[in-house]
């Protein structure tokens, strides 16, 4: 078997002094920096008035009722369903009433939606700029020569995008430049972040993601355009078809059962 | 520093021997301090290791180089030395415990469990390692309830003033 | 993994989910990057670091499991080798740490990979 023989290139150590330091660096402190940009940048929540928090705070409870409907007794829960479907199907909670089965006005013309959309602009914004700059830096600086080596082999496809810039035909695809280590960085800073900036760092993202998930995560439930309307006619047909069950049903059994004797 | 890593089977145990919550505390200073120290002593044998390492290739390459010119027939480069291999592998695993050791305690998943933790141990019960306790301890979210006041008839009580004062007044009147 | 009926009957707590999953979750991106070092050092390539990677990672969850989770979990009597008592899913505990960890793994392992043989 014929051994394939392996490439080996001698490399200025300079290259790591002048090139992978200083880049690593310079991502750390953009990943520091763009965390407190976005502490700094984060607009506080916008006041509203009585009449759209109604809205929202109903629907929530709604969907609370449907979510938490085994803690309740029987009679109990019943006599929320019927008033709470009551109250939606005639638009009792609606922000202005009189635009019942009207299509939604454009998003983009009422200013409230647009200021929502600013704060996810500012921070995309935060995501994206630093990124291009880091990226046509290294582009510009240090694009044309290879710095180092994968530990592990990779296909010939990834070799335009490791060796961008360095136009050998032969080389071997482990071989990488410098705009390669900094898609490295870009995905395995992670941990370096969540050590520098505490714990809270990564809690920001859990906390996220748990609100997307819970009832309370609005940006997308109370959206621009999202007919509210709509939204409480399908949240009373939800209640509607709720088959109730209460924890405590057979709860003497399961207290016996748990008694040893 | 060696001291400090022999006693260190001595102290886990006794760590978790301890149930009391007094003892709590204490012990969990001392996990702290056993698991920065356990952790500092494995990177500096981790970056001894490292530069080690980073010497032999260098030499190796020297070696190779000189050897090339003078020899037609080139060295095959070796493999790391036995006793670096060594130093790597039990310094990850000395970090290894000192990380695990640093770690912060943790909580009860169900209910039950959770709430009973609480009340039979209270803060104590959740603290990180350094011994303080953590931010996010809020304790029973039920004590509100416990400790609200209970319905007050507040007309009869404004009738036992009125009584009283009118009392009062009868009083002084005399 | 409970089903939705005895949840409803025995609750957990949202707080403690998060406060252990994150605890889990820095321990396997720290160690992650030490395991990268290491293998950088050894000079490990392809599957072997790989190997390398993947044994350790479940070194790791064995530890954290007979340090942190065992004393008290043997104690209230579940059997051994069982997280329930502080995580939900058997599969997050043991195998989550080779997803959490594997970006910074690769970072470090090139970083000293390139750096001892350079």
């Known amino acids: ?73 029987k009679p109990s829960f019943t006599a929320r369903r019927d008033a709470l479907i009551t ?15 009207q299509p939604p006005p454009n998003p983009m013309s009422d200013p409230n939606a ?18 291009t700059l880091i990226m046509s830096w290294i582009n510009a600086f240090f694009s044309g020569y290879v710095i180092m080596k994968l530990p592990f082999p990779l296909t010939i496809k990834f070799k335009s995008m490791l060796q961008a810039g360095v136009a050998t035909r032969d080389m071997d695809p482990r071989w990488m430049s410098s705009i390669s280590w900094y898609f490295l960085c ?27 998930m819970g009832p309370q ?32 049903d057979g709860v003497e059994q399961r207290l016996l059962a748990g008694i040893k004797v | 520093m060696v001291i400090c890593i022999l006693a260190s089977p001595i102290i886990v145990i006794r760590s978790f021997g301890a149930s009391r919550p007094q003892a709590q505390e204490a012990s969990n200073t001392a996990m702290t301090l056993l698991s920065k120290t356990i952790t500092a002593f494995g990177s500096l044998l981790l970056a001894h290791a490292c530069y080690s390492a980073r010497e032999h290739t260098a030499l190796q390459s020297i070696r190779a180089a000189t050897a090339a010119t003078l020899t037609s027939s080139s060295t095959a480069a070796t493999s790391l030395p036995v006793d670096i291999i060594i130093e790597t592998i039990i310094s990850t695993f000395i970090i290894l415990l000192g990380l695990v050791l640093g770690t912060r305690p943790l909580r009860p998943l169900e209910w039950r469990v959770w709430a009973g933790k609480i009340e039979r141990e209270g803060e104590e019960g ?10 996010d301890y809020m304790g029973n979210p039920f004590s509100v309830l416990e400790s609200r006041p209970n319905f007050v008839d507040i007309r009869k009580q404004r009738k036992e003033f009125a009584e009283w004062v009118q009392k009062g007044d009868g009083k002084q009147g005399q | 993994m409970p089903s939705e009926q005895e949840l409803q009957i025995s609750p957990i707590v949202q707080e403690s989910l998060v406060h252990n999953s994150r605890t889990l979750y820095n321990l396997q991106s720290l160690t992650a990057s030490l395991f990268g070092v290491s293998a950088g050092i050894l000079g490990l390539e392809s599957y072997s670091g ?25 104690a209230s009597g579940k059997p051994p080798l069982d997280t329930s008592r502080y995580f939900r899913g058997a599969y997050d505990f043991w195998a989550g740490g080779l997803m959490n960890g594997f970006a910074g793994f690769v970072l470090t392992w090139t970083l000293f990979y390139g750096l001892v043989t350079a």
């Open chain 1, 217 to 248: 995560g609005g940006a997308q439930m109370f959206g621009p355009g999202v007919d509210p309307n709509k939204q409480f006619l399908a949240e009373a047909e939800n209640l509607a078809v709720i088959e109730h069950h209460s924890v405590l």
């Open chain 2, 126 to 135: 959740f603290t990180d390692n350094a011994g303080a306790v953590d931010k």
């Open chain 1, 1 to 73: 078997m014929a051994q394939v023989p392996v490439q080996s290139i001698h490399r200025d150590p300079q290259l790591f002094y002048w090139i992978l330091f200083p880049i690593t660096i310079v991502m750390i402190l953009t990943g520091v920096l763009r965390h407190y940009a976005t502490v700094l940048m984060a607009s506080a929540p916008k006041k509203q008035d009585q009449k759209a928090t109604r809205e929202q705070r109903s629907l929530l409870h709604g969907i609370n009722v449907r979510g938490n409907h085994h803690v309740l007794s």
């Open chain 1, 87 to 101: 109250a939606y199907e005639s638009g009792a909670y609606l922000k202005n009433p009189d635009s019942r089965g």
């Open chain 1, 186 to 212: 870009i995905f395995g800073l992670q941990p370096v972040f969540n050590f520098l900036l505490g714990s809270d760092n990564a809690a920001s993202q859990m906390a996220q993601q748990m609100n997307q």
């Open chain 1, 114 to 131: 647009m200021e929502g959309m600013m704060g996810m602009m500012k921070n995309q914004m935060a995501m994206v700029i630093p990124n």
């Open chain 3, 50 to 74: 790989f190997v390398f990677y993947v044994a350790l990672s479940l070194v790791t969850a064995v530890l954290f499991y007979a340090l942190r989770v065992a004393p008290t979990s043997l």
